[in-house]
């Protein structure tokens, strides 16, 4: 394969990843902020509900 057609494709991966680590980010802090709250069942729910990976 020719490079113009690899660097494209790994950007859009590169890209894709990124977008999920930030959405995986924001509901870790939202579910570390409920157990710190003391709702660890909440926190659970929260970190359960979306799996992304």
Avoid: F, N, W, Y
């Amino acid at each position: 394969m020719k490079m113009e057609t690899i660097e494209p494709a790994i950007q859009g991966c590169l890209c894709e990843i990124h977008t999920k680590l930030k959405e995986a980010e924001k509901l870790a802090r939202a579910a570390h902020a409920c157990a710190d709250a003391g709702s660890i069942a909440e926190a659970i729910q929260i970190s359960m509900d979306e799996q992304l990976v």
